[in-house]
């Protein structure tokens, strides 16, 4: 099984990037699927995570309401669209995958499957 992700980068403060994950070696269109960050000095951080039909989702605290997770089961493929940036969101992030059936993991113990992680760069 196997997480990439990609899409990360260098922007300026207020603008805008597209994560994506796209996983193989097992569909995860009955999981749960997660965003997670750690930025330099500081413990892996939850950001957000959304239910395996795609209807709920949950946010942690600092990203509400400037971003937004998604997710595409035909793709096995989990997209994180974050607005609004802040050099504080400065971190590489992770995705990854619960392997329970039909739960929403929150943290970070609830997942199972991680992948490599991708470098955002909120430059001020």
């Known amino acids: 099984v196997q997480l990439q992700a990609s899409g990360g980068g260098l922007v300026q403060a207020g603008g805008s990037l597209r994560l994506s994950c796209a996983a193989s070696?097992?569909?995860?269109?009955?999981?749960?699927m997660g965003w997670f960050r750690q930025a330099p000095g500081k413990e892996l951080e939850f950001v957000a995570a959304?239910?395996?039909?795609?209807?709920?989702?949950y946010y942690g605290d600092s990203v509400k309401g400037r971003f937004a997770v998604s997710r595409d089961n035909a793709k096995n493929t989990v997209y994180l669209q974050m607005n609004t940036l802040k050099p504080e969101d400065t971190a590489v992030y992770y995705c990854?995958?619960?392997?329970?059936?039909?739960?929403?993991?929150?943290?970070?113990?609830?997942?199972?499957?991680w992948g490599q992680g991708t470098q955002v760069t909120v430059s001020s």
């Open positions: 959304i239910g395996w039909s795609g209807y709920s989702s």
């Open positions: 070696g097992r569909t995860f269109s009955r999981n749960s």
């Open positions: 990854a995958a619960d392997a329970r059936p039909l739960r929403l993991g929150v943290t970070i113990s609830e997942y199972t499957y």
